[in-house]
């Protein structure tokens, strides 16, 4: 049986880069470092965000750039900070897509190594809700 989500990792080119886009932007905090030491296939670190285990390890650049994302939550009167923070690091960030009334709203970017990021301020729940209402004008 499922229990949860485990972790998530991401091959990356630059561990030092990358700790400072998860410190930066999401408050990550580092909990190890592999240093000089190598129990995986490559250099690593393991991060807390929230309670939620993120793992980065040295490798190739995903070749190009996709939806493919993973989404954090974040509280809306929080939205121009995040951004803001996005901006500082100088990350790439994509314009928001189209979205109904209700369904919260998104900041998206692209790490150095073409992962995709949102900070969402909308729920599941929420999300549910406005859909079954059915469509109506695009924001």
């Known amino acids: 049986m499922i229990e949860g989500l485990s972790h998530m990792t991401f091959i990356v080119r630059d561990l030092d880069r990358m700790t400072a886009i ?8 580092e909990v190890y ?27 190739e650049t995903l070749p190009e750039r ?3 994302h993973i989404a954090f939550k ?8 995040y951004a ?9 960030m994509r314009p928001p897509r189209p979205r109904v009334e209700g369904e919260g709203r998104s900041i998206y970017f692209y790490d150095d190594d073409n992962h995709m990021f949102e900070l969402h301020t909308g729920t599941l729940d929420e ?6 209402k059915g469509l109506e004008a695009v924001q």
Not at 127 to 132: G, H, I
């Open 74 to 81: 974040i509280d809306d009167a929080d939205f121009d900070r």
């Open 127 to 132: 999300r549910l809700a406005r859909y079954a």
């Open 33 to 59: 470092t592999s240093d000089a030491e190598q129990f995986s296939l490559s250099r690593e670190k393991f991060f807390l965000i929230g309670d939620i285990w993120i793992a980065i390890m040295e490798g």
């Open 22 to 29: 998860l410190q930066g932007v999401l408050d990550a905090r």
């Open 84 to 92: 803001e923070r996005v901006t500082r690091l100088g990350l790439d």
């Open 66 to 68: 996709s939806y493919n």
